[in-house]
């Protein structure tokens, strides 16, 4: 799924136009791999929603690669969205 879909599929869930930017807290943040020279990293992100007098809530996730300098500065390599359902 790209990036815009995972956008689309938050709309539809929001009932919104396709915004530019998820909104989100960020709840767990997780490093699924590491080595000497890089490392990768999901950060997972809750959106609630009670406008229907219920709690409704919308997952997502970045999926973040890290290029690790030799003083241990990380550099985003890439990051990409993914709609998630725990």
Do not use: I
Not at 17 to 42: C, H, I, T, W
């Amino acid at each position: 799924m790209s990036d815009f879909e995972v956008l689309q599929t938050y709309a539809s869930w929001a009932g919104t136009v396709v915004p530019d930017k998820l909104p989100g807290m960020p709840f767990a943040s997780l490093d699924v791999f590491e080595d000497e020279s890089s490392l990768r990293n999901r950060l997972f992100y809750l959106v609630p929603d009670t406008s229907s007098g219920e709690l409704r809530c919308f997952f997502h996730l970045e999926d973040n690669l890290f290029a690790k300098e030799p003083n241990g500065v990380l550099l985003l390599l890439e990051s990409s969205l993914h709609h998630f359902s725990p």
